[in-house]
């Protein structure tokens, strides 16, 4: 059976079943806050119980690393969205130990893309568009730093709101346990 199949197969038993119900809640974040995250399948169920979050407590923003790359991104337009049109009023930046996107190689995943059939022809047209492989697939030598950059775009960014704290941590993606990076109250205080 594919992945397609099961999943629809489940789909239809969990409607039927209205095993939805436990799940209702509406759009807008019940403590109010946004949450940039990174990916990682370790944290999908272990991320929000470490945080004492229930469904519809918290608008979660995932991509790799939990790396803002630019800052008219799809990432920060959905933390501008969090905070404007659906009332979070802090945010959050949680990286993980073990992340994939420490000291990521990008002349190796290059080499992955190439293996799986993208042509030298889109890689070379890419890099004269101005679409550098080392800059858009750059990593972080540490997840501390990926979290502190992330951090930095936010506050610094033209629409986010002076007074919206925003804080870093770290978690451990076996344990759970949490790693306060930057104090988003501290910071708007010695602002």
Same mark, same amino acid.
């Given at each position: 059976?594919? %992945?397609?199949? !099961?999943?629809?197969? *489940?789909?239809? &038993?969990? #409607? &039927?079943?209205?095993?939805?119900?436990? +799940?209702?809640?509406?759009?807008? /974040?019940?403590?109010?806050?946004?949450?940039?995250?990174?990916?990682?399948?370790?944290?999908? !169920?272990?991320? /929000?119980?470490?945080?004492?979050?229930?469904?519809?407590?918290?608008?979660?923003?995932?991509?790799?690393?939990?790396?803002?790359?630019? /800052?008219?991104?799809?990432?920060?337009?959905?933390?501008?969205?969090? %905070? *404007?049109?659906?009332?979070?009023?802090?945010?959050?930046?949680?990286?993980? *130990?073990?992340?994939?996107?420490?000291?990521?190689?990008?002349?190796?995943?290059? &080499?992955?893309?190439?293996?799986?059939?993208?042509?030298?022809? #889109?890689?070379?047209?890419?890099?004269?568009?101005g679409i550098r492989m080392d800059r858009f697939l750059r990593g972080f030598d540490k997840p501390e730093d990926g979290v502190k950059h992330s951090? !930095?775009?936010?506050?610094?960014? @033209? $629409?986010? /709101?002076? +007074?919206? @704290?925003?804080?870093?941590?770290?978690?451990? @993606? !076996?344990?759970?346990?949490? &790693? $306060?990076?930057?104090?988003? +109250?501290?910071?708007?205080?010695?602002?």
């Open positions: 059976m594919s %992945i397609v199949s !099961e999943i629809m197969k *489940h789909n239809k &038993e969990f #409607v &039927e079943q209205k095993k939805y119900e436990q +799940y209702l809640t509406d759009k807008f /974040p019940e403590k109010k806050v946004a949450i940039l995250t990174c990916m990682d399948t370790r944290l999908v !169920e272990l991320l /929000p119980k470490a945080l004492n979050l229930r469904n519809g407590d918290a608008k979660f923003i995932k991509n790799a690393g939990a790396i803002l790359t630019q /800052p008219f991104g799809s990432a920060m337009r959905s933390i501008l969205i969090a %905070i *404007h049109e659906m009332g979070a009023k802090e945010v959050l930046v949680i990286g993980h *130990h073990g992340c994939g996107m420490t000291q990521l190689d990008s002349g190796s995943l290059v &080499e992955k893309f190439k293996a799986n059939g993208i042509s030298d022809v #889109v890689l070379s047209t890419l890099e004269n568009s951090i !930095e775009m936010i506050r610094k960014h @033209p $629409l986010i /709101p002076t +007074y919206i @704290p925003v804080h870093g941590f770290l978690i451990h @993606p !076996e344990t759970g346990h949490l &790693e $306060l990076i930057c104090d988003g +109250y501290k910071e708007l205080k010695d602002a």
